[in-house]
């Protein structure tokens, strides 16, 4: 279970910082917002699993 949440988290990493690289100034364009929601989609995945996997199996500890 750890490794897939590891693999996960580093392929969210690698979007997170070519966006922010790609947008250090403009952030006024149509594939900007594009782009926004290629990055959060995959974070609000991920915070839901934590909350329905992660969490679940901390509580049971």
């Known amino acids: ?28 364009s149509l594939e900007f917002a594009a782009d926004l929601g290629k990055l959060i989609a995959p974070l609000r995945s991920r915070a839901q699993k934590e909350e329905n996997i992660l ?6 500890i």
């Open 1 to 28: 279970m750890t490794g897939e949440f590891s693999s996960e988290m580093e392929s969210i990493s690698k979007v997170a910082i070519n966006f922010f690289n790609k947008y250090k100034t403009d952030s006024k």
């Open 55 to 60: 969490y679940k199996a901390f509580d049971e």
